[in-house]
């Protein structure tokens, strides 16, 4: 029979897996106090979270909530980071702060209902933001017209100038 603060915990994980975007794991250990500290502020300030709790409630919670497994990245110690933003924007905080602290390494995660593991994860933390993407795709959509309006431009200019000969 499970204890009291597992069966909590169980509730508190599967509550916080049904609302996020995606699910980091990290290797934490040798990690400081106050530098879990920092990571723990840097990851707020990213819309995300890290808790520690045990492997084996992970992997329960995983199947609980019908997600994919991690079991091949779930040995030894584990933070679990949960990303309620952007998915990359967590992963990058993750991936800058592994530059500075070699202590921390990015395991592998969830994310839109597929398990990536380490490089794939990687991979997500050097994707540009949201905002980044949309503002590309924006001066992409708006160059052919500013294009468009200088020709007109030119080409009312070039005729005024030619009304302006014949008067």
């Known amino acids: 029979m499970p204890n009291a603060q597992n069966v909590e915990t169980m509730a508190f994980l599967k509550e916080e897996l049904t609302g996020v975007s995606a699910v980091w794991a990290v290797n934490y250990s040798g990690l400081t106090v106050k530098k879990s500290q920092e990571l723990r502020r840097s990851l707020r300030e990213a819309n995300a979270e890290m808790h520690v709790f045990k492997n084996t409630l992970m992997r329960k919670a995983l ?80 160059n052919p017209l500013s294009s468009f309006a200088r020709v007109v431009n030119a080409y009312a200019e070039k005729k005024a100038e030619g009304d302006g000969e014949a008067a």
């Open 63 to 142: 199947a609980a909530c019908a997600l994919p497994s991690m079991d091949e990245i779930l040995e030894g110690p584990s933070a679990f980071i949960f990303a309620k933003g952007e998915p990359n924007a967590a992963a990058k905080v993750i991936k800058d702060f592994a530059k500075a602290n070699p202590a921390i390494t990015l395991k592998g995660g969830i994310m839109d209902g597929s398990f990536l593991d380490a490089d794939q994860a990687m991979a997500v933390a050097s994707l540009p933001s949201r905002e980044e993407l949309l503002a590309k795709v924006l001066a992409t959509m708006l």
